[in-house]
Each structure stands twice: as C-alpha cells, then as structure tokens.
C-alpha cells in the first residue's frame, strides 16, 4: 500500500494574510522548477512569487538543501507586526536548571550550518520507498524501518528539549 498524504486540517486565512513556503531536503541539492522545468531564474510563475533557489539571476544555480517563496513578503510582515506591537515573540525562557533554553542559532550544540535539515522522521518501506512517519503510515506499514536524519532541529526538539525540560516555541 503506497504511504498517501493526509491533509489534517485546513487554515482559514484573514484577508491581506502574508504567506511564505519553505522547502528543505534531506538530500544534497533541492532545486525547484516549475512543470516545464524551467527554474527559479527562468520561470516567470516561480519570479512572480517570490521563489528563490539560488543567486538570483544565475542559470542553474542552487543553495544546496533550502529554497522558499514569498519570504521576503512574509518577513517585512512579521517585522511590521512586530514594530507595531500586534505580533511578540516570547522569550526564549529556562531549562530546569534555569539556563536560558538553546536554539537551532546555538552554536554549542549545532554544527556550522544550523538550521538547514528537517525534523521529519520516515519510514522505509520494505521496497526501498519511503514516507513520512505518522500514525497512519506506520500503522499501515508495520514492518517498515523508521529512518532520520542528522538535524539540528531534530536534535534540540526530539533528544535535548526532553532531557532539559524545555519546550519549543509553537504559534498560538
């Protein structure tokens, strides 16, 4: 049975609403393009929203694991949001040893390239496929092997926020 996507809920969006989409990979290179196979440089649909894979205006040319669109919309929202005091950002806070609480930016616990995995678990499926690990696969797919990937987000949420007693940051 092949893994499906299961979309949980849909969010309902206020008029004028600032979205973004990032994208990472847990291969070598994330290149985005559009059905023609045109790329962000190339591809009038992917400039129009914003879409950024590489140094903009070079031919082929990708950051490696991440691309996105429409952040540079998303955060001079944010930051709006934030000069006018409708959108805070609480702070970090303490472990239980009363420690300020470590980010993916903590360079004691990161490598040199903070943030540029994904948290996500997978299973790999007894035909060499694989999907994302959830209730709903797994049950699906019993003898499937959970498999990971070295993520400095994975590692603060999944192993040192657990053992610190410290919760991450979530919108409300």
């Avoid at 989409?21 to 290149?31: D, P, Y």
């Avoid at 709006?80 to 980010?103: E, F, H, M, Q, R």
């Amino acid at each position: 049975m092949p893994a499906r996507l299961r979309v949980l809920h849909l969010l309902t969006l206020s008029a004028g609403a600032v979205v973004a989409l990032w994208f990472r990979f847990n291969g070598g290179i994330l290149q985005l393009l559009n059905v023609s196979g045109k790329d962000t440089n190339q591809s009038p649909t992917m400039k129009a929203a914003g879409c950024i894979n590489g140094v903009q205006g070079v031919q082929g040319d990708v950051f490696g694991q991440v691309s996105w669109c429409n952040a540079a919309s998303w955060f001079a929202s944010a930051n709006a949001g934030i000069a006018s005091g409708k959108t805070v950002i609480p702070p970090l806070g303490v472990d239980k040893l009363g420690n300020p609480c470590p980010t993916s930016r903590s360079f004691e616990i990161t490598d040199a390239c903070p943030s540029d995995n994904v948290p996500t678990q997978y299973l790999l499926l007894p035909d060499g496929s694989t999907a994302q690990y959830n209730v709903g696969n797994r049950a699906a797919h019993p003898d499937a092997q959970v498999i990971n990937n070295a993520s400095d987000e994975a590692l603060l949420t999944n192993t040192l926020g657990p053992l610190i007693s410290w919760t991450p940051y979530v919108a409300p």
